[in-house]
Nanobody, 128 residues
């Protein structure tokens, strides 16, 4: 199983980036996808998650209204559109896949412990 995160880079405050998470080696539509981030000296934190079919999404309050998570199951890829970026959004962003909760189409979790597979991370730097 491999999750390949990409799309990070350096952007000025107020700018936008779109992260991608390409999955292989798993049945993508059977996994919830989450995005997490970790800034230097901080613990990894939840950013957003999307259910297997995309019917439901969840966001941390710090990014709600600015970030949008989506997925294309036909392409085995999930996305995180990040708008109105702030310097405090600077972090390494990770995508992850969670195979639990198969009985509920609305299942997703904010707990990193529930995610089975993780990508390598992509660095987002927002300058002021």
């Amino acid at each position: 199983v491999q999750l390949q995160a990409s799309g990070g880079g350096l952007v000025k405050a107020g700018g936008s980036l779109r992260l991608s998470c390409a999955a292989s080696g798993l049945t993508f539509n059977k996994y919830v996808v989450g995005w997490f981030r970790q800034a230097p000296g901080n613990e990894r934190e939840f950013v957003a998650a999307i259910t297997r079919s995309g019917v439901s999404t969840g966001y941390d309050d710090s990014v709600k209204g600015r970030f949008t998570i989506s997925r294309d199951n036909a392409k085995n890829t999930a996305y995180l559109q990040m708008n109105t970026l702030k310097p405090e959004d600077t972090a390494v962003y990770y995508c992850a896949a969670d195979g639990r909760g198969f009985g509920s189409r609305y299942y997703y979790t904010r707990s990193s412990d529930s995610y089975d597979y993780w990508g390598q991370g992509t660095l987002v730097t927002v300058s002021s």
